[in-house]
């Protein structure tokens, strides 16, 4: 597990979490996702119930993204809990709800009205960014789970209408649309439309990601 120099790992608890959260932050931007997921569990330790939620499912992502399933299914129980989810129990039920998130986005559409962050309840937001971590993290391991997470993420995007999260969530549809249809022109849409909301916003994230989506299309 990355530790802190001694300098840094003296005084209150709370100094040592944001310290350590700050070292998970830097590891995880350095491609070093293992590392950054031990980070982050060390300063969910004794951290109040949003912050130890929150820094559960980061380390879930980062260990989902590297490769490591099987640790970061074990974290990634208890953060899907907390929200009311949970994986399917089988193949069969997984393809099953695939199949009806994808029905549900087909019927529902892409439409949505932008709001503030600040507008949207906190529980809405965590659910959201669970599936964000669930859907990315498993996209290539478990392509059936992660495509059901990655429907349910642009699902509870739209209806929020958060812009970071839904410019996100229509550059991943895009992908999953071009899966689907080599060259899709729907697939270009998206791209487009994620690009254009995130570069309104000002948001490198977002942006990078579309960026990154329009080049797997």
């Known amino acids: ?8 790992d003296r005084g209150d608890d709370r100094k040592r979490r944001v310290l350590q959260t700050q070292l998970a932050d830097a590891l995880s931007n350095a491609g070093r996702a293992p590392e950054a997921a031990e980070a982050y ?10 912050e130890e939620f929150e820094l ?7 260990l989902l993204i590297s490769g490591h399933s099987d640790r970061g299914r074990e974290v990634a129980g208890s953060v899907l809990k907390a929200v009311g989810l949970k994986m399917p129990a089988t193949p069969r039920r997984a ?3 695939l199949l009806f998130q994808r029905a549900r986005i087909r019927l529902r559409g892409v439409r949505f009205r932008e709001r503030e962050q600040s507008q949207i309840p906190y529980d ?3 659910r959201i960014d669970t599936c964000w971590s ?3 993290g498993l996209s290539m391991a478990d392509t059936t789970i992660g495509s ?18 839904t410019a996100r969530a229509l550059a991943f549809e895009g992908t999953h649309r071009a899966s689907i249809r080599v060259q899709s022109p729907r697939a270009i849409e998206l791209i487009q439309t994620a690009e254009a909301l995130a570069q309104r916003i000002n ?12 080049g797997i299309v």
């Open 1 to 8: 597990t990355p530790v802190l120099p001694p300098e840094c």
């Open 41 to 50: 569990l060390s300063a969910a330790d004794g951290a109040s119930r949003s």
């Open 56 to 62: 559960k499912r980061r380390a879930a992502e980062q």
């Open 95 to 97: 393809f099953m709800s």
């Open 124 to 126: 809405t937001l965590r």
């Open 134 to 136: 669930m859907g990315i």
């Open 148 to 165: 059901i997470f990655a429907a349910r993420y642009l699902l509870l995007s739209l209806a929020s209408g958060e812009p970071r999260r």
């Open 203 to 214: 948001d490198p994230h977002a942006h990078g990601f579309a960026t990154l989506m329009r």
